[in-house]
């Protein structure tokens, strides 16, 4: 009887966990002043401006970067802003390829007057800094090996003030770069999209004007992804997380109820003597 209620027990957990991967609930959240920033600093740019996104994406930080670098670009897509990616991570360009489909496939950008994608650039904070200094000088080529110049949208772009906003997708200090480089030189408000590990130093950033927004982790992803109205990945595990989490609490209610039902209750004792 015991072990029955013991696997009962799991396949409830089990069931409740896998529902919300499967079709995401957009369950509450709670506030996030600093990710609802963003949105609304990207919601008022009007169509047809010129947006960066950083890229610094690889498959160890994927789960909590990609969905909130997506939702963006949703967003972006949605209100027509033109987009330019740039990655100074070697896998980031996987990702801007990803998005590039999403935007010809779902929103009819048209590469090189829409969206462009840029090729790798290894160097870091001084590859950004050489960015923002002068764009076309630091490209010449595009990810596919295109000369930018023939780009309408490359040539929309003289200089780095050009960009309405210049976000990252980092688990590093890519945020850290655009404040000192791109805000700090330039003016150009930027964005951090940061893991969750990052949050309590980036979002000292945020609360100084150095960025005009800011998303942390798979929860600042997810009210993102419930903002724009495309639940996605980040919903589906926050959903997923906060179900295991009321269940387990339930559990622990029960239980204790139960205890002390039993010490208040005891089972009578059978009788019996020596032989």
């Not at 609930?25 to 920033?37: A, D, H, Q, R, V």
């Not at 996987?94 to 090189?112: D, F």
């Not at 609360?207 to 927004?213: E, R, T």
Request: glycine content about 10%; overall charge neutral.
């Amino acid at each position: 009887m015991e072990l029955k209620r013991t696997w009962l027990i799991w396949l409830i957990l089990v069931v409740l966990v896998f529902v919300p991967l499967v079709t995401p609930l957009g369950l509450p959240l709670g506030s996030s002043p600093e990710g609802e920033s963003a949105y609304a600093f990207v919601d008022k740019l009007p169509s047809g401006s010129i947006v960066m996104m950083d890229l610094a994406i690889a498959p160890s930080n994927e789960g909590e970067l990609w969905p909130m670098a997506l939702a963006v670009a949703r967003h972006h897509m949605a209100k027509k802003h033109r987009i330019i990616t740039v990655t100074y991570t070697p896998d980031g360009v996987m990702y801007a390829g990803k998005i590039r489909a999403i935007a010809e496939q779902e929103y009819g950008y048209k590469y090189g007057t829409d969206i462009l994608v840029l090729p790798y650039r290894a160097g870091g904070e001084s590859a950004l800094a050489a960015l923002a200094e002068n764009p076309r000088q630091s490209f010449e080529q595009d990810q596919y090996g295109t000369p930018l110049a023939q780009y309408p949208l490359w040539q929309a772009l003289t200089k780095i003030e050009d960009v309405a906003v210049f976000s990252c997708y980092t688990a590093g200090d890519d945020h850290l770069w655009l404040a000192r480089h791109v805000y700090a030189k330039h003016k150009v408000p930027c964005i951090g999209g940061v893991i969750a590990l990052s949050a309590p130093e980036a979002i000292v950033y945020w609360k100084n004007g150095q960025l005009v927004g800011l998303i942390s982790g798979v929860k600042g992803a997810a009210i993102y992804e419930q903002k724009i109205g495309k639940p996605a990945a980040a919903t589906a595990s926050m959903d997923a997380q906060s179900m295991g989490h009321m269940y387990l609490f339930l559990l622990m209610v029960l239980g204790n109820v139960a205890y002390w039902r039993a010490k208040r209750h005891p089972a009578p004792q059978g009788k019996g003597g020596n032989a």
